[in-house]
């Protein structure tokens, strides 16, 4: 090939894809299953403690978090009737998170939603959701409605019908998937490529008083990657949780307000 | 492009060499293009709710949520040239 010498980058699937644990259980489905088992140990822990005491420990992370999904997500984007959500908000919050952050562990070092099929299982479960929230709360009105916006003027209609009909529809969960996916992978490569140039610099061969003490600076880097992509991962949960409530109110009130 | 078709028939390349050095380069561009829309919006959308925080600091919850809002669809943009320079150099 082209470079025998220095910076070689791997093929992509070397750092995606993962030897088999035992057949058909990869690390993947580990992280999962562990971030599963995670969340739901951290609150039935919390749920154990006496509620009429202070809390501390698991309780106090619990209500924590508990009180950012109400006050930061469901009161800000469907208000007071959309309460009776949080639990599942909440649940799809701790799991992305908890399958994001492996990307910067040590020994896992990879996020699980960096591969499309948990996003893609994710982004569809939030589909059915808010469109059998939409067939529950307006009937078969709820596609009438996309088709035919209220509010807005009539000879705009059919073309904002079928525009609004395909973003809700396909584009949704598509442009829900790969945010997720896209953004995880797009940290997962930026924190390889510095590692590797961090050794290819450190195992110079060639004019190595020069090259050896260059490897500082994509060191450097690569703990800056660490900790943006410590913001990441909490940005991704949040912005695929609010979103997902965001399309869940829509279902809910309608189209007469928005847009 | 065509410089660069050009200089990989003078050189004496393979075609799968030429073929991998021409979807780096159009991956780079590809990425590229895909990066100055998103930027220039998200620089546009982060300045302004900054400036709406700062003028009215008790709206800063409502206006940050509307905020990430507004990133996430603009960024998506981003992501998916990304995805396109992913599938463009690997694939």
């Known amino acids: 090939m082209l470079a025998e010498r220095g910076l070689v980058f791997p093929p992509i699937n070397e750092i995606l894809r993962w030897q088999d644990i035992f057949p058909s259980f990869n690390k993947i489905g580990l992280i999962a299953v562990l971030a599963a088992l995670i969340g739901i140990g951290l609150f039935l822990a919390a749920s154990r403690r006496d509620p009429m005491k202070a809390p501390t420990g698991s309780r106090n992370l619990a209500e924590t978090m508990i009180e950012f999904i109400e006050e930061g997500i469901v009161m800000q984007t469907i208000g007071k009737q959309g309460l009776k959500w949080t639990p599942f908000l909440l649940s799809l919050f701790i799991f992305i998170f908890l399958c994001n952050i492996p990307g910067i562990l040590p020994v896992f070092q990879m996020p699980a939603t960096a591969r499309i099929g948990i996003p893609l299982a994710l982004s569809l479960l939030v589909w059915v959701v808010y469109i059998g929230t939409g067939l529950k709360h307006q009937g078969a009105g709820y596609f009438g409605h996309l088709l035919w916006p209220p509010g807005v003027p009539t000879a705009l209609k059919p073309l904002v019908g079928i525009i609004e009909f395909i973003s809700t529809i396909f584009v949704t969960p598509f442009s829900l998937t790969v945010r997720l996916m896209a953004n995880m992978l797009a940290g997962h490569i930026l924190l390889v490529s510095f590692a590797l140039l961090t050794h290819a610099l450190a195992t110079a061969e060639t004019q190595q008083a020069f090259l050896v003490p260059m490897s500082v600076f994509p060191f450097l880097m690569l703990v800056g990657v660490t900790a943006f992509e410590i913001l990441v991962s909490f940005l991704q949960a949040y912005i695929f949780t609010i979103l997902a409530a965001v399309y869940i109110s829509n279902s809910l009130a309608g189209h007469a307000e928005e847009h | ?91």
Do not use: C, N, W
Request: net charge negative; no cysteine.
């Open chain 2, 1 to 91: 492009m065509e410089a660069f078709s050009a200089l990989v028939q003078q050189a004496d390349f393979t075609a799968d060499e030429a073929k991998s050095i021409e979807a780096a380069a159009s991956a780079g561009y590809a990425y590229g293009l895909a990066a100055i829309g998103p930027a220039l919006g998200i620089g546009f959308l982060v300045g302004k709710s900054v400036e709406a925080m700062a003028r009215q600091p008790e709206a800063a919850g409502m206006v940050r949520t509307t905020m990430f809002l507004g990133i996430a669809f603009t960024e998506a943009l981003a992501l998916i040239g990304f995805v396109v320079f992913i599938l463009l150099k690997f694939a």
